[in-house]
């Protein structure tokens, strides 16, 4: 990742870097060094030769991922996100641009840039920030949040995963920011043709009360990851989108 440093941009990649480099977790990007050539950071990173989850997505006509499929993503995506959470940290842009694939099967999540440090004294955070269609309705509403809004987002993927594109993307960014607010995620297209065990993990994800939203610990205990496949079978999917 190569990225140009102005007086404004370089304390926020000092961040990213610092949170980066502590992050060290089967289902994180590995980070392994920065350095800096005349304006220009270069952070060396962990290759992920599978892309990203957006690329399966966008082959959804040809390729559709299974309900074990998707299991299987939001089991490392939590995994992911309860260790982040553990540190007291928010990601803060969740999107499936941001979960890494390799060939072997793994799902890392990745880009840090937008991400917090929670700390004793300051255990929530009200900045408006991430990517409009997979925010939280507290983030858009400048309300006080923590890292449930991790979790609304991971819902919103799994909605990207079954219809193609996250909801209200047809619409400008504030008027889809105006529906998460009022109105929260909108029902699921064809519901008839997905699990009871989908329907309930999704509910819980994109509950719009933060207090009532469960976190990742209590998610990766849902019956819905049970039926979870193999991380080969995920890989052989990998390689199908790759030789499209």
């Not at 992050?23 to 270069?42: A, K, Q, T």
């Not at 917090?116 to 400048?142: C, D, F, S």
Request: with cysteine.
């Amino acid at each position: 990742k190569k990225m140009k440093l102005t007086q404004q941009n370089t304390p926020l990649f000092a961040a990213e870097v610092q949170i980066m480099k502590n992050s060290i977790h089967p289902n994180v990007v590995r980070f392994y060094e920065s350095y800096i050539v005349r304006n220009e950071l270069f952070v060396v990173m962990e290759y992920m030769d599978g892309g990203c989850l957006a690329d399966i997505i966008e082959q959804s006509g040809t390729i559709k991922l299974t309900e074990p499929q998707i299991a299987f993503v939001l089991q490392s995506v939590l995994q992911g996100l309860g260790y982040i959470h553990s540190l007291h940290r928010i990601h803060r842009d969740i999107k499936s641009d941001n979960m890494l694939l390799s060939t072997l099967g793994d799902v890392k999540l990745a880009d840090f840039g937008y991400a917090a440090q929670l700390t004793e004294q300051k255990q929530k955070r009200n900045t408006i920030v991430g990517t409009p269609y997979w925010m939280a309705p507290e983030v858009i509403r400048g309300q006080n949040y923590d890292t449930k809004v991790d979790i609304w987002s991971t819902g919103i993927v799994m909605m990207e995963m079954v219809e193609g594109d996250p909801p209200y993307m047809d619409l400008p960014p504030l008027r889809a920011l105006f529906l998460i607010t009022t109105e929260g995620a909108p029902p699921l297209k064809n519901p008839q043709v997905l699990s009871d065990d989908f329907k309930d993990f999704l509910g819980h994800a994109l509950d719009m009360d933060p207090e009532a939203r469960p976190d990742a610990a209590t998610l990766l205990a849902h019956p819905f990851l049970r039926q979870a496949c193999s991380k080969s079978e995920f890989a052989a999917i990998v390689s199908r989108v790759q030789a499209l």
